[in-house]
């Protein structure tokens, strides 16, 4: 069974949202983070036993700057953790998925994406 690892949620300004979302949440921001392979800022949130990631891009020409330009601000992605990222990797390749890159790449709070 897959658990969700945390909830992604693409904002155009961290300075904005945090505060947004401690309030909404009732819970402070806990961590904030640059990942540059993703072009991104992030903050994260615990709510109970899973966490949200406000996404803040770096880059007018980045994906989650995109993204906000085609949707709006708002739900980007759900993260599931596995034991093994390649495999299922490649189960759901085998099941027809297409996967945004051959391999898993380091993310935010030091995961494998």
Not at 11 to 31: D, G, H, M, R, T
């Amino acid at each position: 069974m897959l658990k969700p690892e945390h909830i992604g949620i693409a904002v155009k300004e961290l300075a904005i949202s945090i505060p947004l979302f401690e309030k909404l949440l009732n819970s402070q921001c806990y961590k904030t983070e640059q990942v540059e392979t993703e072009k991104v800022n992030t903050a994260f949130f615990k709510t109970g036993a899973s966490k949200v990631e406000l996404l803040e891009s770096t880059d007018p020409d980045g994906v989650v700057a995109r993204f906000i330009a085609k949707k709006g601000e708002g739900l980007h992605h759900i993260a599931f953790e596995v034991a093994d990222i390649e495999a299922e990797m490649e189960r759901l390749k085998n099941e027809g998925f297409v996967m945004l890159n051959e391999n898993p790449k380091q993310g935010a709070d030091n995961k494998l994406v």
